[in-house]
């Protein structure tokens, strides 16, 4: 069973910098089956990015997805206040399968 | 609009049952294979199990701590979703999300139902 690998799992940064998500696979994933979602205190997860790259809808374009074979990235280019959350990242073998989480928190 | 409402859950003893349901609406619910994911207390998102669409077959699956004990079933004609959890642990202790999947992520998620079990 492929083990996704969360690190750091927790970020500080302040408001207006990059933040950089990485999400490590035990084995090679296919960037199809690549998802990352975003979850703040006392809320249901919310999708982000799908096959990698591709934003849900309603997704501001500073968060971009990137990455491959076992290595992937969630990048939010300019870190709004509402951006401080819970971020998984998720691949799907036989069923979904989450990482551990990075939790962005504010600096 | 799309809404996943879960309704269900509560307090119950260990070894006891509990039957989760999930009222969707806004998208095909028929079409669409339907998962449950839980959160442990602090913890981090754990795949329950899914059911897939009638059209593709309709089967279930469910994550090896929960095979044997839970049952995910699925009513159309209601649009609903339900997960039946007996012999229940201490360990399932969570707050469980119903999500409808789209191609291999989860698309649409309820804002979960808290099922405590303790003695």
């Known amino acids: 069973e492929i083990v996704l690998t969360q690190s750091p799992g927790t970020l500080s940064l302040s408001p207006g910098e990059r933040a950089t998500l990485p999400c490590r696979a035990s084995q090679r994933v296919s960037s199809t089956y690549l998802a990352w979602y975003q979850q703040k205190p006392g809320q249901a997860p919310r999708l982000l990015i799908y096959?990698?790259?591709t934003r849900a809808t309603g997704i501001p374009d500073r968060f971009s997805g990137s990455g491959s074979g076992t290595d992937f990235t969630l990048t939010i280019s300019r870190l709004e206040p509402e951006d401080f959350a819970v971020y998984y990242c998720q691949q799907y073998g036989s069923s979904p399968l989450f990482g551990q989480g990075t939790r962005l928190e504010i600096k | 609009e799309v809404q996943v409402v879960e309704s269900g859950g509560g307090l119950v003893k260990p070894g006891g049952s509990l039957r989760l349901s999930c009222a969707a609406s806004?998208?095909?619910?028929?079409?669409?294979?339907m998962t449950w994911v839980r959160q442990a207390p602090g913890k981090g998102l754990e795949w329950v199990g899914r059911?897939?669409?009638?059209?593709?077959?309709?089967?279930?699956d469910c994550a090896a701590p929960v095979k044997g004990r839970f049952t995910i079933s699925r009513d159309d004609s209601k649009n609903t979703l339900y997960l039946q959890m007996n012999s229940l642990k201490t360990e399932d202790t969570a707050v469980y999300y119903c999500?409808?999947?789209?191609?291999?992520?989860?698309?649409?998620w309820g804002q979960g139902t808290l099922v405590s079990v303790s003695s």
């Open positions: 096959g990698t790259s």
């Open positions: 059911i897939k669409s009638k059209t593709d077959g309709g089967t279930t």
């Open positions: 999500t409808a999947q789209s191609g291999y992520h989860l698309k649409y």
């Open positions: 806004g998208f095909p619910f028929s079409n669409a294979w």
